[in-house]
């Protein structure tokens, strides 16, 4: 039986990104993402847990000292795109200069070793057949970047809904998604962790560890912010309903993500760690 077997896996990561950097006059507002990575290495801490932090290019700019800090305490550091652009918005030459920016401001913010990308809201589709060759071309070893299912931003359907070698040293690991109804939408991240009944998380983490999945997930600073002045996100469109949800429930992630872990008591684990463990099955 091998490691996965024995444990329920629990892929903790964080988008570390500043969205006040995408809206208007977005300075204008407090800065709290220092703030709010504390409180999730004190969450992690808590469990002697090792997570993933997908980092936007420009947080070093703002927060120069906040990667030496998640890698002082032996956290993964990944690339999330230098400018938080989607893939589908970007030509190959594009995308590849951005992901080079990306690592450069990561690496010379105090980044060791970057072995991994998630694109900026899932946004990797059939319409971007050449995103993996660019990133194991750039010496990558994993992409967390495919939803595999419709969605009314990005998806991939029928991409498939377990890792997946893209490449001789590629991995790609997909978002995981709840079942048991017509739309499949991510159950352990973002909004949806926030706004789904919590009887839905409970069962879709319980259908995952049952089958020996490992459970991806993907919070971001404003998930869990509760002081922050309110203002229109970007990338939705100017929709108040949607803006409306991207408040919603933040006090309940610490109290929901402790529930999992009572319930579940999964491992947390590294995205690295993760690809270490395939590439050994």
């Known amino acids: 039986m091998n490691q996965e077997e024995k444990e329920h896996i629990f892929l903790f990561s964080i988008d570390l990104e500043d969205v006040r950097l995408r809206v208007k006059n977005g300075l204008s507002y407090r800065a709290r993402v220092e703030e709010l990575v504390e409180d999730y290495l004190s969450f992690l801490n808590t469990y002697n847990a090792k997570a993933t932090f997908f980092t936007v290019g420009d947080i070093p700019k703002h927060y120069p000292s906040l990667i030496k800090t998640i890698v002082a305490e032996e956290h993964e550091i990944a690339c999330h795109s230098n400018m938080h652009i989607p893939v589908t918005s970007q030509t190959q030459e594009e995308f590849r200069e951005d992901v080079c920016r990306n690592k450069e401001h990561l690496y010379n913010a105090g980044a060791i070793e970057l072995l991994g990308y998630r694109a900026p809201t899932y946004s990797v589709t059939k319409s971007t057949p050449w995103f993996f060759d660019v990133l194991s071309d750039l010496g990558f070893r994993y992409s967390s970047s495919v939803l ?31 079942k048991g109804s017509i739309f499949k939408v991510p159950f352990s991240g973002g909004v949806y962790f926030r706004f789904l009944p919590f009887y839905l998380i409970k ?29 229109m996100h970007p990338e939705i469109n100017d929709r108040w309903v949607y803006n409306q949800l991207m408040y919603y429930n933040r006090k309940g992630v610490f109290p929901r993500l402790k529930k999992v872990m009572e319930m579940f008591e999964p491992t947390i684990m590294t995205y690295k760690s993760y690809i270490e463990l395939l590439n050994g099955r």
């Open 203 to 231: 069962k879709s983490f319980e259908f995952h560890f049952k089958k020996n999945k490992a459970v991806t997930s993907y919070f971001h600073p404003y998930d869990i912010d509760l002081k922050q002045e309110r203002f």
């Open 148 to 178: 595999p299912a419709k969605n009314p931003l990005y998806g991939w359907e029928g991409f498939g809904e377990c890792p997946k070698k893209m490449s001789n040293d590629l991995w790609e690991i997909p978002v995981s998604l709840r």
